[in-house]
């Protein structure tokens, strides 16, 4: 199957994945323990969120903003069997704060604001200094890249275990009825 | 804004093939090969080509390496000229009364309409300005991965061909059934097999 098979029929992956951690956000206020690190991190849906459901001519989207809504009408969405495409997302760990808005489908990182290190009138000039900058911003990236892929993970051990599966989508169908 | 300053948008890339025991070598080489030639000068449709993170203008990555560590990181750029549809048909329907004035004839047959068309749009295109395009790009040769900064799709199938160009490498679009593979190994069969599921 060549990639642009793979990008049609895969694309739930990506967007279940969203649907999960959007739960998984919930279900601790905010906080989600990463079992391969051992630590918690923050997550946190605000803003913006599209929702589909259907292919074809049959695709049908909602978009849902608001500042830190409860975004009622994405969890009717949600409850009417409607995925999450594309959400914006906080993302905490340790001192450092990331703002991004994932598409699920073909798991594109847009708006990216990373975390702020240092004062830029503090900063330097010169070729050393920016080739620094360049491995601190790629750094800064691929930890953001890093935690996301450790997300994803969690979320395919839960999924390619049908009896985890079972109960864990059973929890997010309690959720979903609970606040739509 | 990009991956140097502001905010960004990027998606990941797995580099496929064997990389060069003396890649830094092979990699000046090739880049030189295809770095930006500018055709500000030139009737050129299009050029494409590397440059460096400094600046559109450093295609002699004079100004900053593209070595940062383990990383090589560098932007594409693309400048193209470019007719807007609308003028292209406007200066064809002109050019079409005009010759029909001339000729006398009550109407052009479709090949010279096709001629008229082709014509014009190379005239156009020569004094057309070029439109620069810059993408950045930062490759993890430890990872073997490749970040891309856009999202759009011409940028990257331009990217994707001019990475095959210059490296002899294939950069393959990392979705999330590609990274589910790849972050859960012993789960490949089970990850084949799944379905859409009904969630609420």
Known sequence: MDLVDLIKEKRYLGQEFLTWLWFKSEERGGSIFLDDSGEDITVVFEKHLLLESGEGDELEKVICQGLHAGLNEARTGLAMGKKIEQARLLIGRETYEWNVTIRASLLEFRSVRLPKTMNPAEEEEGPDAAAGMILERISLVESLTGIVDELFRMFLKIRTEPEKWLMESKKIAAWVEEMA | ?200
């Open chain 2, 1 to 200: 804004m990009s991956f140097t300053s502001g905010t960004a948008s990027f998606v990941r890339y797995r580099v496929e093939g064997e990389i060069p025991a003396d890649f830094w070598n092979f990699a000046a080489e090739r880049i030189n090969a295809h770095a930006f030639r500018d055709i500000d000068d030139s009737f050129e449709e299009i050029s494409i080509g590397w440059v460096s993170l400094a600046g559109m203008f450093d295609s002699s990555f004079s100004e900053a390496s593209y070595v940062a560590g383990d990383y090589l990181a560098m932007a594409l750029r693309v400048d193209e000229r470019r007719v807007a549809p609308a003028a292209l048909k406007k200066f064809c329907l002109k050019e079409e009364q005009r010759l029909i004035r001339e000729q006398q004839i009550p109407k052009l047959s479709r090949s010279q309409k096709v001629e008229i068309k082709e014509n014009m749009r190379l005239k156009l295109l020569k004094q057309a300005v070029p439109i620069p395009a810059l993408y950045e790009m930062c490759w993890s040769l430890a990872n073997n991965q490749v970040t891309f900064f856009s999202t759009s799709a011409k940028a990257q199938t331009t990217f994707e061909e001019l990475f095959r160009d210059t490296f002899d490498l294939d950069a393959v679009l990392e979705i999330p059934y590609t990274l589910a593979m790849n972050l859960l190994p012993e789960g490949a069969a089970a990850i084949e097999n799944l379905t859409p599921a009904v969630i609420a």
